[in-house]
């Protein structure tokens, strides 16, 4: 097996292992305690223990409140136990809840990008290592 080839074995096992064994890593926040947790977002982290062993699947979520004016009351990044997909809810205090569910690590980051940068420099490092043998 060449070089090039064992890496990207590598590449892909350690992201199906990290699926399967339920190490989901998420941007956790809350603009409360972040304020800029809606565009600046902590690097992503494992969910926690508790979170983990929940029943259902474990997934990253994003979640806003807005006033009956759509302005900004708070904002939400975390893990839960939930899969509902995405919508918005009124709720009893005259405000609404939107949110989204999403089930890759680090899909709640800040950019909604679904390819984490770590997957990226790999991919690079197995391009670079494929054309130095040509």
């Known amino acids: 097996m060449e070089l090039k080839d064992k890496i990207l074995f590598y590449c892909v096992l350690t992201?199906?292992?990290?699926?399967?064994?339920?190490?989901?890593?998420?941007s956790q926040c809350v603009s409360d305690e972040l304020e800029d947790c809606a565009i600046n977002p902590p690097p992503a982290k494992p969910c926690n223990a508790y979170q983990?062993?929940?029943?259902?699947?474990?997934?990253?979520?994003?979640?806003?409140?807005?006033?009956t004016s759509g302005y900004l009351i708070q904002f939400i990044r975390g893990c839960t136990g939930v899969w509902t997909g995405s919508g918005c809810m009124p709720q009893a205090d005259k405000t609404m809840l939107c949110y989204e569910i999403c089930s890759t690590s680090n899909c709640n980051a800040a950019n909604d990008s679904k390819i984490s940068i770590i997957k990226c420099l790999l991919?690079?490092?197995?391009?670079?290592?494929?054309?130095?043998?040509?």
């Open 15 to 26: 992201t199906i292992l990290k699926d399967v064994l339920g190490a989901l890593e998420c």
């Open 52 to 67: 983990a062993n929940q029943k259902g699947p474990v997934n990253c979520m994003k979640a806003k409140k807005t006033n």
């Open 123 to 134: 991919y690079l490092i197995y391009i670079i290592i494929g054309m130095t043998e040509i």
